[in-house]
């Protein structure tokens, strides 16, 4: 009686390299999901997914893959991982983003009382809900006011992930 193979992150490393660099979306996505599936989160990012990018950026840096190949396989896995960051943080209980579900959205007021400086990243999104953009250190909400449905919220955070400001 033999055992199954178990596929090692080398091998899952080489089907990432295999669908994403030949622009291969949903192959990319079947192996990203085995991946997740068969090893969890946090082995399937520091064995698999990490070490993936990182041979990305050599390749690129080499010559041996173009821009294209790298910008294409860095969005796809960005993209998986701004969903299971979302998953994570509805399970804490905060809300979805109030751009994409216009019935969530709150007053300008409410917003600008609910997002002090000094709260952090999981605080703000606590008072308001999921952000709709995630830039660096800028965070931007949908609010809205009696003359707007929508209102777009940017908050600034610190290095340190603490509000620094709030414009409307």
């Known amino acids: 009686m033999s055992t199954p193979h178990r596929t090692t992150p ?3 490393r080489d089907g990432l390299e295999e669908t994403l660099e030949s622009f291969d979306e949903t192959g990319g996505h079947r192996v990203l999901s085995r991946v997740f599936d068969e090893l969890g989160v946090e082995d399937a990012l520091s064995l698999v997914v990490l070490p993936y990018l990182h041979d990305v950026g050599e390749r690129w840096s080499a010559g041996s893959i173009g821009v294209a ?3 294409f396989a860095s969005h796809v896995l960005r993209s998986r991982l701004f969903v299971l960051m979302e998953a994570d943080e509805r399970a804490e ?3 979805p983003d109030s751009c994409r579900n216009p019935e ?3 007053s300008v007021g409410a917003v600008t009382s609910l997002v002090r400086p000094g709260l952090t990243t ?3 999104m606590r008072a308001v ?3 709709y953009e995630r830039l660096g250190s800028t965070y931007r909400f949908c609010a809205r006011s009696a003359s707007d449905a929508k209102v777009l919220v940017t908050v600034r955070f610190s290095r340190a992930g603490r509000v620094t ?3 409307a």
Do not use: C, D, N, S
């Open 93 to 95: 209980g905060i809300a």
């Open 129 to 131: 809900g999921q952000p």
């Open 122 to 124: 999981r605080a703000v």
């Open 10 to 12: 080398g091998e899952w």
């Open 69 to 71: 190949q790298e910008h």
């Open 165 to 167: 400001g709030l414009r």
């Open 104 to 106: 969530l959205r709150k």
